[in-house]
């Protein structure tokens, strides 16, 4: 199994940046893939951007040229870099993997989660 911490989170002004955090510990010694979701109050989890074990990515349109994503395999950590931020980034972000060498962007294909961090863009 693997354990997802998230970090990072917090409130920004509008056009501002944070940058999430990622740590997984475990059963790391698998290759797997990761990701990034988000639920914002009474909407459903929406897809983010994905990151293979190899470091193939695949964004959502709504975050494509804001957000990027990127991982450290050796230190078991991935990173979500999010700028420009809009008042419609605002949600729980959550931190997801799954064992293999693909790249996954359904939240259905993960089987571990992080426990969420907040992120809150003020206009």
């Known amino acids: 199994q693997v354990q997802l911490v998230e970090s990072g989170g917090g409130l920004v002004q509008a056009g501002g940046s944070l940058r999430l955090s990622c740590a997984a510990s475990?059963?790391?010694?698998?290759?797997?893939?990761m990701g990034w979701f988000r639920q914002a109050p009474g909407k459903e989890r929406e897809f983010v951007v994905a990151?293979?074990?190899?470091?193939?990515?695949r964004y959502a349109d709504s975050v494509k040229g804001r957000f990027t994503i990127s991982r450290d395999n050796y230190k078991n950590t991935v990173d979500l870099q999010m700028n420009s931020l809009k008042p419609e980034d605002t949600a729980v972000y959550y931190c997801?993997?799954?064992?293999?060498?693909?790249?996954?962007?359904?939240?259905?294909?993960?089987?571990?989660w992080g426990q969420g961090t907040q992120v809150t863009v003020s206009s």
């Open positions: 475990g059963r790391t010694s698998s290759t797997y893939g």
């Open positions: 990151i293979s074990w190899g470091g193939s990515t």
């Open positions: 997801a993997a799954k064992y293999g060498i693909a790249l996954y962007s359904s939240g259905l294909d993960y089987a571990y």
